[in-house]
């Protein structure tokens, strides 16, 4: 399990190469969700609460927290691509731990296994209150592929 933030961060071309990715995706943007560490093979994804990512209890909504899993992994994954390359889910995997609580909530993706054409991640998200209290309420295991920009 995630108990403090890795030491390591990407390049600066990686970091920025992630980011414009990310600022590219439509879902993201709208559930409000930003990326808040790149590291080799790691990213972390934060989500603040409120009404519009809730369900109809005021937890996050299963759909936004699986959102933003996907998308940590997939960027972790993608950390690690050559340049020139896409990363697409195959599949991915999700427990729904506890209900998820706080003041905002965050993935984690990591690679556990990088490959040339599939890659591995493990997810995480964690409700995180003010205060830093943080609580696992999801994890998974997410399949990812490589993709040369030609191969779309």
């Known amino acids: 399990m995630e108990d403090q933030l ?3 961060q990407a390049s600066p071309e990686v970091c920025k190469r992630i980011q414009d ?4 995706q439509g879902l993201m943007a709208h ?3 930003r990326i808040t560490h790149i590291a080799p093979g790691r990213v972390h994804i934060v989500l603040p609460s409120r009404p519009e990512v809730t369900q109809q209890h ?3 909504h299963a759909g936004a927290t699986s959102s ?4 940590a992994g ?10 020139g390359a896409e990363v697409l889910t195959v599949e991915y995997k999700i427990n729904l731990l506890a209900p998820a609580v706080g003041d905002r ?6 690679v ?8 591995v991640c493990q997810l995480e998200v964690f409700g995180v209150q003010g205060d830093g209290e943080r609580k696992l309420v999801a994890n998974g295991q997410q399949t990812l592929i490589c993709l040369n920009r030609t191969e779309r």
Do not use: M, Q, W
């Open 105 to 110: 909530i965050e993935a984690v993706g990591t």
């Open 112 to 119: 556990l296994k990088p490959g040339r054409t599939l890659t």
């Open 31 to 33: 559930l409000g969700a």
């Open 21 to 24: 990715s990310f600022d590219r």
């Open 6 to 8: 890795p030491p390591e």
């Open 58 to 60: 005021g937890y996050f």
């Open 68 to 71: 933003i899993a996907d998308s």
């Open 74 to 83: 997939g960027y972790a994954a993608y950390t690690l691509f050559p340049e």
